[in-house]
């Protein structure tokens, strides 16, 4: 057995922190030693950048560089370290979502996030399950919720422009993606996670 990256993306309201649980213990029963980790986060000095990230006002180019700070020291602190000891490392989010978000959300140049991947090693997952759902389905969700981050605050339009860049990221990279279509009833979206996990 070899270590294995897989990580989770989709527009804020999309259902996959609903999810994650449940695709951790699918995994866990495989005999994979875990690792549960979220960006931007999953390290001391990742999560006290994602406390800012959400909560504090800055220029789109600044948030690209912060969230990739975070990444390195993610990528140097945890990731690395886990696939190196064979473990199977699930993350909620990764650098696809710097694409979606940065450079298709705030249209911060796509060379700076392509150059950014570049320099902290230009590492991809093995498997990218994208939780997909119309912009309609994610804000109406998302319309409920507390105390709403600096992306939670963002309009319709700026999901649009999320989901399409995350489809465009799947269909440049098919051979890692796997669109889940997130707008179907918990069980049916659950028995395809199954179908997906046990093929790994
Ligand atoms: P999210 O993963 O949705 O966590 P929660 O479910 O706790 O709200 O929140 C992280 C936010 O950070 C999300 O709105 C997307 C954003 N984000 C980026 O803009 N770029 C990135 O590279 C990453 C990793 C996250």
């Not at 931007?40 to 800012?52: A, M, N, Y």
């Not at 422009?161 to 465009?168: E, H, S, W």
């Not at 990221?169 to 707008?183: G, K, L, V």
Request: charged fraction near 25%; aromatic fraction near 8%.
């Amino acid at each position: 057995m070899t270590g294995m990256f897989i990580t989770l993306e989709g527009v804020d309201g999309a259902g996959k922190s609903t999810h994650i649980p449940f695709i951790a213990e699918l995994l866990k029963s495989k005999g994979y030693e875990v690792v549960l980790t979220r960006e931007p986060g999953g390290t001391p000095l990742g999560e006290k950048l994602r406390e800012l990230l959400l909560h504090q006002p800055m220029s789109p180019e600044t948030e690209t560089l912060l969230m990739f700070a975070a990444r390195n020291e993610h990528l140097q602190q945890v990731i690395l370290p886990a696939l190196a000891r064979c473990a199977l490392v699930l993350s909620d989010r990764f650098t696809d979502a710097s694409f979606a978000y940065q450079h298709g959300g705030r249209g911060v140049a796509v060379d700076m996030v392509i150059t950014l991947e570049q320099m902290i090693g230009g590492f991809q997952p093995d498997l990218t399950l994208l939780f997909d759902v119309p912009v309609e389905v994610s804000c109406q969700r998302l319309s409920g919720a507390r105390d709403p981050d600096r992306f939670e605050q963002e309009n319709a339009t700026f999901f649009q422009k999320i989901r399409d860049a995350y489809l465009q990221r799947a269909a440049e990279f098919p051979q890692r993606f796997r669109i889940i279509d997130a707008n179907r009833p918990l069980e049916e979206i659950r028995n395809e996670l199954e179908d997906i996990i046990s093929n790994i």
